[in-house]
Every structure is written in C-alpha cells, then in structure tokens.
C-alpha cells in the first residue's frame, strides 16, 4: 500500500511526505526521492 499512500496523501500544513530509499544487497542505501517545500509549494498553485 505504500504506493497508494504516496501518490494520494495531502502535504496538509506542509507536513512533507517521507522520503523514498533502497537498502541494496551490497548494504548501500539509495535514495530516490526526497520531498520538500518545493513539492508543497508547486500543490498549492
């Protein structure tokens, strides 16, 4: 349900969603998307 949860939530006051990673097998965790105030901004217009 994860994707479900971050595709429909609402950023409500600015709350930002949580960030999207990836531990890999080699231990190495990916990071591949962060959410900021610029996504809350770009919402409200």
Request: aromatic share 18%; charged share 20%.
């Amino acid at each position: 349900m994860i994707h479900y949860t971050t595709v429909k939530t609402t950023m409500f006051n600015g709350v930002s969603h949580p960030s999207i990673g990836l531990w890999t097998q080699e231990g190495e965790f990916k990071l591949y998307r962060r959410f900021g105030y610029g996504d809350y901004k770009n919402r409200m217009s």
